[in-house]
Nanobody, 127 residues
Framework: QVQLVESGGGLVQAGGSLRLSCAAS????????MGWFRQAPGKEREFVAR????????YYADSVKGRFTISRDNAKNTVYLQMNSLKPEDTAVYFC????????????????????WGQGTQVTVSS
């Protein structure tokens, strides 16, 4: 039974930093590409970042490129999202996701490429 639990969300002022964590269980973590998505009220869920099985390859949405860093620690079954230079438009619920099957390579950066989801953690960036 796959379980993903996000933590680290909260309230931060614009320009500040926040680090999100996602603890995974019920899967062979090192065999799964992982991703972060976010969803603001009234908006569709959007891709933020993803990372390959061993962490050597990373991908980012243009809106966060240069500000966010995704990483993983396979020994701890944990994926991270370091968020720097936060902007009010980053305000959203952030979701951790695992690829739909082991060794799968996401092709679209869309939610459809991911099969397991956490419950989300709220990030609020004030002006």
């Amino acid at each position: 039974q796959v379980q993903l639990v996000e933590s680290g969300g909260g309230l931060v002022q614009a320009g500040g930093s926040l680090r999100l964590s996602c603890a995974a269980s019920g899967l062979t973590f090192s065999s799964y590409a992982m991703g972060w998505f976010r969803q603001a009220p009234g908006k569709e869920r959007e891709f933020v970042a993803r990372i390959s099985w061993g962490g050597s390859r990373t991908y980012y949405a243009d809106s966060v490129k240069g500000r966010f860093t995704i990483s993983r620690d396979n020994a701890k079954n944990t994926v991270y999202l370091q968020m720097n230079s936060l902007k009010p438009e980053d305000t959203a619920v952030y979701f951790c996701a695992a690829a739909g099957r082991p060794w799968a390579v996401p092709t679209t950066n869309g939610p459809q490429d991911f099969g397991s989801w956490g419950q989300g953690t709220q990030v609020t960036v004030s002006s």
